[in-house]
DNA sequence: CCTGCCGCCTGCGCGC
DNA sequence: TGCGCGCAGGCGGCAG
């Protein structure tokens, strides 16, 4: 599940790969792919020919592609979206037998989208399992897309605003995880973070964010950062191949995990088993001893 | 304005 | 053996 570090080590892949290449063609083959886009498939592909990208930008979770027009393809992965350069020739195993014989081609089962380029180098693919991610093009948003103006800035970002994001949460009547989550308040954080750095500050993802003192959400907010950064330093966190670099590499953060996915083992800290909850319709990881929940 | 829930998706593992 | 179900969970939209 790509979070801030995971999102921003694929960035990373993307502007070493793809930045300073001008787009020859773009094929969509799913158009969920591209169902944020107005137009459809059809004017996305048309829309982007022949333009060079010159960088690649992120925020939180949520990446573009600036072009030299000075517009942007805004794209995000969902729970499972991958971009892969050059995978058809680097990883012949993923490749399927092609539906139709007459076709010739050979296409991953999950390739959504697919970039050529005017250079003759290594394409680019878009795969998406369950299809939650995907791309819409946004004219004159090389430097913030319109459509995430709303998402606030992440704790990597120059401009972030610490002590103002802990005001920001503290003013909210919620949970301290809901506001953790909440990408108008701090933008990057996903479940697996969430639980990790309430694990670190010793907080129960239940408390009250408008009984909290600034020095409690602080540390939290502070938490969430230290873990990301440590995160992106491994490559990101790795469950299985839905989470890979755009070589098609995993992450290996998983190992330094202390509360997510570790039910029934015992806290690194104290020996207590760690429990798990559901909570939003998703599960929570804590140690029951650490992270005492609000009366 | 604010909070919180639903629906969108596919594949896998489990129990019957 | 096969099938149905729960689970994985980010986000926009919308109800209250």
Redesign the pocket.
């Known amino acids: 599940?790509?979070?801030l570090p995971e999102v921003e080590v694929v960035r990373r892949g993307l502007e070493t790969h793809a930045a300073g290449r001008r787009i020859d063609r773009v094929q969509v083959f799913h158009e969920?792919a591209v169902?944020?886009h107005e137009g459809g498939p059809a004017d996305f592909e048309a829309a982007l020919r022949g333009l060079r990208i010159d960088h690649l930008r992120r925020r939180?979770?949520?990446l573009w592609f600036a072009l030299d027009s000075g517009d942007a393809i805004l794209a995000?992965?969902?729970?499972?979206g991958q971009f892969r350069i050059g995978a058809a020739r680097t990883h012949p195993e993923i490749l399927v037998p092609p539906a139709d014989p007459q076709d010739g081609e050979q296409r991953h089962?999950?390739l959504r989208i697919r970039f050529t380029f005017d250079d003759a180098g290594p394409l680019l693919d878009f795969l998406d399992?369950?299809?939650?991610g995907g791309m819409q093009f946004v004219p004159g948003g090389a430097e913030l897309p319109e459509?995430?103006a709303?998402?606030a800035l992440d704790p990597l970002d120059p401009a972030f605003d610490r002590d103002a994001t802990v005001a920001r949460i503290r003013?909210?009547?919620?949970?301290i995880k809901?506001?953790l989550?909440?990408?108008t308040v701090v933008?990057g954080?996903?479940?697996?973070y969430?639980d990790e750095s309430l694990w670190r500050a010793k907080v129960h993802y239940q408390r009250p964010?408008d009984r909290m003192t600034r020095p409690v959400a602080g540390s939290v907010l502070d938490a969430a950062t230290q873990v990301m950064i440590e995160a992106l330093d491994a490559g990101g966190t790795s469950f299985?191949e839905l989470y890979v670099n755009v070589n098609g590499e995993s992450g290996y953060f998983d190992r330094s995990l202390h509360a997510?996915?570790q039910e029934g083992r015992p806290c690194e800290r104290c020996g207590t088993l760690i429990r798990?909850e559901?909570f939003?319709?998703?599960?929570s990881f804590f140690c029951p001893h650490c992270q005492r929940a609000p009366r």
């Open positions: 599940v790509p979070e969920r169902r944020r939180g979770k949520y995000h992965l969902g729970m499972s089962p999950h399992q369950r299809t939650f459509p995430i709303h998402i003013a909210k009547h919620t949970e809901r506001a989550l909440d990408q933008s954080v996903g479940n697996i969430a964010t299985d997510y996915g798990r559901a939003m319709n998703r599960s």
